[in-house]
């Protein structure tokens, strides 16, 4: 048992010292010490490298330290195992009384033999663990050299390709640098194209907001509409202008656009190119990684800024709508202030009637005069209400103000707008300025291309396989300067366009006088407004004199009231008195009746007033409703108007882009009449030639005399022949040019060849690359699988392991209960007792089945008896002398179902034949199971009655489960079923 013991602890020690002199560290330090060299791998796959072989070497020597750690525990378990025996036995012997010397000894051999075929098999599972063991560390010392050798191989087979990756690597990043330089620089056109289009629509809106006011002026002044027309006219062809310039720096902008996008496409193919070359160097492609996010974020700052110019000009397109707004509003209020201007002139005419009624009854009320000499103490009230009546004058004074503030900024923000022309025009001046540095920039940009086709040029002398590319990029680079020529011609057209912009905004600086005419006109009208304001607050003061003056008769007449009830007074008084005096009495009736008729006249006229002022005040309220009824329509038709001016405004667009783009009709009838013209006279040119050539006599130029005779025929053959030797000599000559020329191509074909192959060696370069990491990958799918392998062996180790410590202790449970006389598992006992169930039912069948046999032998199984003749099913008739079924009248009737015992009989001989199947099954599985487990029936055989079942059905106690109980054979069932 120590022997076993101590070959296992040998092959550990000599695995852990295996593991310790591997070849794999000493590789992976010296490919970590060469890290310097060119053709070195990279850092990070050397730590991946040495952490996958640091991690299979923890877990080979946890693998090493598990197995010596188990190697310990078995022996302990069997020191154990062989107590617990002993002392069992010896406890056993002490309660029998079995004091025997040589049954004790018989007794200690057997379970010294017993211990000895244990230890044997764990000695067995040991060394075939420590085999597995060892063959897993071959293993990985192979698959270590293997590394070794291929790491060591692809470094020597990647160094010059490396190398030439990293020159391609910089001459790529050359490249990439001037075509960004090239980029950026295009960039920087567009910016300043699209900043000209802004600064053009700028203008083009200013000097349509300058249009707009002065034909808001001239249909206002409505003075020499065919002069102000004409400079609409003038503004409008201007405006033409303007937008054309502004379609041709669209296109120009389009077009640097497109231009841009083939240097990004270019930018693309090249950074395709370096990404190709830069996967061998991994610090260079982040590098490149962090550029194009770089180039990224300046990509999307140019987009952030082009959204904000978008947004300005948004902007600026609503404030010239609340521009607009603010005019119709100011057109509105002037327009109010019309209508209650004519509303002060109605209330004027009004108060005038009034005044001339007031008068006419002054005239007839002089008596009332000292009443109103009486009243003059309510004047205080009187005074007090114009003070209020001087105050609204003073509001609505403080209006007019206000509204003429209103007109006055109108005013300044038509000057605020001549201003923005001015600045617009100034804004023109610079462009030359821009110009010149758009030049310089030029310059500097040819400078820079210059620059890199030098350093093209040294690329090429450096790297001869690289000629044919660099030629093409060269091409590219020249071409991109004609391009960049174009360019620089549509830059100068625009100047022209911009000179020509400038000398027609010259036009509105010479029509300033009229521009100053109107600005009077306004000027004039503001002060009529303003006189107009004035007399309104007149007219309001005279009305609230007026109303005085009503208020002081109706006063007035009240004191007549007054009097009139004091004159009675007296009266009565006089009335007393003329009983004293009868003569005072006839003459105070007659004073009498005159006041009564003089008060009823008065109190009549005063209710006839009253009335009237009523009617009055009821007509100045529904006159009133009627002006802002009137006020409110004539907004909406003010709004009305504003829709159908933008509304033709839109139409007047529409109809001048669809000029614009129609075909000119007039013109192309013009070319196709000049067409017609030429065609015709090409006709009569073909005829008339036709015509010379079908009778070349009748033209002097078509025929001449020949000199000289024709030769004979002596003088022709001479000819022949000498023609004919010439034409030899030709063809000699032709055919050694011939053979000179296949000689040469014979002797440039491999010249040839060689040269189409250098035409492209950056393909070359990249199969070879494809191949070299196709081969890696390959390599590291290996080492994957290897790995993965390593990590399954490792866990079925530990699954053994843990199954062996469950079946030692099952064993050690198992003899404990056996010891003890316990059975060795908790199901031992049903698990016979089922068995010996199913050995009966098995006899059962057997007996059934040869019965079964036996009847079948003897001939009474499956016969059918009948004492009744069987009937033919047809017949031979003799004029056919074959076989005919018999005809319907005379067909054989059916035969009856057989018996219950027939059916019955025929069941269980079906019954049989499964049982002898499954009984044949049954003894090959036994058979099987008492060759797997006879060492177990040999070592039990002095153990009780289940531990002999066990032992003799083939199960083992180490299960650890209880045995599952089987269901019937299938005999059985089928008899059940029967």
Known sequence: MAQPRDEAAAAAAELEALLMQSEAPRALDSLERGGAGAGAPPPDRLATAR???????HAALRAVADLAALQRRVAGLLVQAQGARVHAEMEAAAASGDTDPIQVIDRFREDRDCARRQAMEAADGEEAARQQVE???????????????????????????????KDDVALLQSQLEGERAKADAAQREAADIGAKLETLQMEIANLQTAVDEERDAAQKAEVQPGRIRHLADLVVSALRQLREEEVEATAQLRVQEAAEEGFLQESKELMV?????????????????????????????????????????????????????????????????KSEQRAREVAQRKLNRAELEAAQLADQLPELRTAVANARGALGAEQRAATKAAEAGKALQAEMVALVETVAQEKQLTDVQTQLVRAGLSDVRHLDEESAALKAAAAERDAAIRAATSQHDAAVRFLNQRLQRLAEVIDEAEAKDGEVDELHKKKREVKSAHADLRDLGAGPWGQEEELTQLKV????RGTEARRAERERASAQADKALLAGKLSAARRGAAGVAEVADDIAIEHALVARAAEEAEESVEALAARKASALAAKQAAQAALLERSEEMMTLYDRSAALQEEMDEGTLALQRCDDDMRLLQLEVGELQRRVFATHKTAPDVVSYDRQIATLKADVLRARKEADSLGATVESPAASKDRWRVLPGKLPGREDLAGRIAVIEERLGARADLVAQKDQVLEELEALTEGLVEKARASHHPAFDLSVRMNEARRQQQQLTRRMMATVSELSLYQALSLK??????????????????????????????????RQERDRAAEAEVRAQAAELRALKEEGLLGVLRSAASPRPQAYIPEELGVPVPFPAAFKPFKPSEPPAAVALAAQKAAAVAAAEAAAEQRQQREQQQ??????????????????AMLAAHGTSPLAGTPLRASPLPPAQAALEAA
């Open 51 to 57: 952490g996958a072989y640091s991690q299979l070497q």
């Open 800 to 833: 053994c392991a843990a199954d062996k410590e469950g079946l030692a202790a099952e064993l050690a449970a198992a003899k404990h209960n056996v010891a003890v006389g316990r059975p060795p598992t908790a199901g031992a006992d049903q698990e016979f007792e």
């Open 273 to 337: 190119q370096h990404t190709a070359a830069v996967k061998a160097n991994d610090k260079l492609r982040l590098a490149c990684a962090v550029r194009e996010r770089a180039a990224d974020e300046v990509a999307r700052d140019i987009e952030m800024a082009r959204v904000e110019a978008e947004r300005l000009l948004a902007e600026q397109v609503t404030w010239d709508v609340e521009v607009e707004k603010k005019k119709a509003d100011a057109k509105r209020e002037a327009e109010g202030v």
């Open 521 to 524: 006109k306004a000027d004039t």
């Open 930 to 947: 008492r060759q797997g487990g006879g060492s177990a029936s040999r070592a039990g055989q002095s153990t009780p009655a289940p531990q």
């Open 135 to 165: 063959a897993l560390f071959h293993r990985l010392s192979s698959l270590t050299a293997k590394l070794t050798e291929a790491e060591d191989e692809r470094r020597a087979e990647l160094e010059p390709e490396i190398k030439a990756a």
